[in-house]
Each structure stands twice: as structure tokens, then as C-alpha cells.
């Protein structure tokens, strides 16, 4: 049963200090996607990869945000200094896609952060 | 630019009552959309999604939603609501298959007996 991991699921941590999400998409898929999700905004794109390459990350902050895919079973999101305003549910997905194809994303549980 | 509304941020149904989530899109080019499901404290679930082959589109749990081009819509519906439905719902479009999803604000289903 294939699945998009996440790490870590809750993560607390004070303002200043760096915070690292991990994700491995699904074996195969050639797309990786992180959201943000939060009660004021609903869910937001902070960065898109196709084929590990960056596509769009125009929703990062990118003075404290970055994204990389370091291989192609691992996406990580960082964030340095984190802030209060950074608290929120991200979330990875993947996907397949084809050429002219309708591919899903596959989210996985999210990662909690807490910023205090 | 595109942009999905959800009218109603909560719906509240008896259980067995019909339920209906509303979407509009707003593309300048042909679709793609999708509805999304999320229990608490879960990542999300594709309920199902949209391809030109039918209007008419079928997704898992007894839901289905219907593209109507000339209203900009796909409302979600379920005949018969189950207490185990109670979920926030998500409509979603993306104008190819591949690119991210832009979301919409969600709606809260709630289910009572």
C-alpha cells in the first residue's frame, strides 16, 4: 500500500530556531508538492517540484523558507528562523504525471508545527 | 487566474438526508477538478475527480459530482448522508494534470442522527 510518508507528525519548537519536514513521496511519482494548511487561510502552495527540479515556489517565503529534493525519495522543507506565524499543518504530496493526463496528488498525514 | 469558491463553510445534515457540497471554478482554460476529503487530524483523500469523458462523475464512499460548463460548477452529492461522512470536503482545481492544486476555502459536513 503505497503512501506518502511525513516526519515528523508534531513538531514544537520556540521562534528562532530551524525546523526540518521530511517527506518521501510515492515510489515513482515524478511530482512533489508542499502545502500549507492553516485556519485563516485554508490551504496554500508554498512549492512544487517536477522530476526534483523546482517549478514554482512562488507561495515561500523565501527569506526564511527553502525546499529542496535532495534525491528522488526525499523532499524537505526548512524553515530558519521559524516564527510564531509559521504554526500550521504542512502537507506533502506526489503524483504521476503523463503527458495530457489528469494525475492525483497523494497527500500524506502532514506535519504539525507549533511555534511558540 | 483561477480560483475555486466553496459556498458554505458548514453544512449540517440528518442522517440519510441528501448531502450537497457547492463548487464554482473560475479557469480560463478547460479544468481539471477534484474533490477532496479530510478527517480530523488526517491528510487528505481524493473523492474523485474530473475527466472530459463524463460529466457525471463517480467517486468512492456513494459520492458524485456533475460538471456543468454553463454554471461553472461541480457540486458534490450523496444521496443518503452517514453518520461516518462527517469530514471537511475540498474542491480543487488545476488546469493541467501535473501543476498544483489552488483549494478551495472547505466545508465543514456535519451529520447528525
Known amino acids: 500500500d503505497a503512501r506518502v510518508t511525513q516526519t515528523p507528525r508534531h513538531k514544537v519548537t520556540e521562534m528562532g530556531q530551524e525546523v526540518t519536514m521530511r517527506c518521501q513521496p510515492i515510489?515513482?511519482?515524478?511530482?512533489v508538492f508542499w502545502y500549507r494548511q492553516t485556519m485563516m487561510q485554508g490551504l496554500e502552495l508554498l512549492a512544487y517540484f517536477r522530476n526534483r527540479a523546482p517549478l514554482d515556489d512562488s507561495g515561500m517565503p523565501k527569506d526564511r523558507f527553502s525546499a529542496e529534493m535532495p534525491d528522488a525519495t526525499l523532499a524537505t522543507l526548512k524553515i530558519q528562523p521559524s516564527e510564531p506565524r509559521d504554526s500550521a499543518v504542512y502537507f506533502c504530496?506526489?503524483?504521476?504525471?503523463?503527458?495530457?493526463?489528469?494525475?492525483?496528488?497523494?497527500f500524506g498525514p502532514g506535519t504539525r508545527l507549533t511555534v511558540l | 487566474a483561477q480560483s475555486v469558491t466553496q459556498l458554505g463553510s458548514h453544512v449540517s445534515v440528518s442522517e440519510g438526508a441528501l448531502v450537497l457540497l457547492r463548487c464554482n471554478y473560475s479557469?480560463?482554460?478547460?479544468?481539471?477538478l477534484f474533490w477532496y476529503v479530510q478527517y480530523p487530524n488526517q491528510g487528505l483523500q481524493l473523492l474523485l475527480k474530473y475527466t472530459s469523458a463524463a460529466t457525471l462523475v463517480k467517486g468512492i464512499n456513494g459520492f458524485e459530482a456533475e460538471f456543468k460548463k454553463s454554471e461553472t460548477s461541480f457540486h458534490l452529492t450523496k444521496p443518503s448522508a452517514h453518520m461516518s461522512d462527517a469530514a471537511e470536503y475540498f474542491c480543487a482545481v488545476s488546469e493541467e494534470g501535473g501543476t498544483a492544486l489552488i483549494f478551495g476555502k472547505g466545508t465543514t459536513l456535519s451529520v447528525s442522527s
Open positions: 504530496a506526489s503524483g504521476l504525471e503523463l503527458a495530457g493526463g489528469r494525475n492525483e496528488q497523494f
Open positions: 479557469s480560463s482554460v478547460p479544468p481539471y
Open positions: 515510489l515513482g511519482h515524478n511530482t
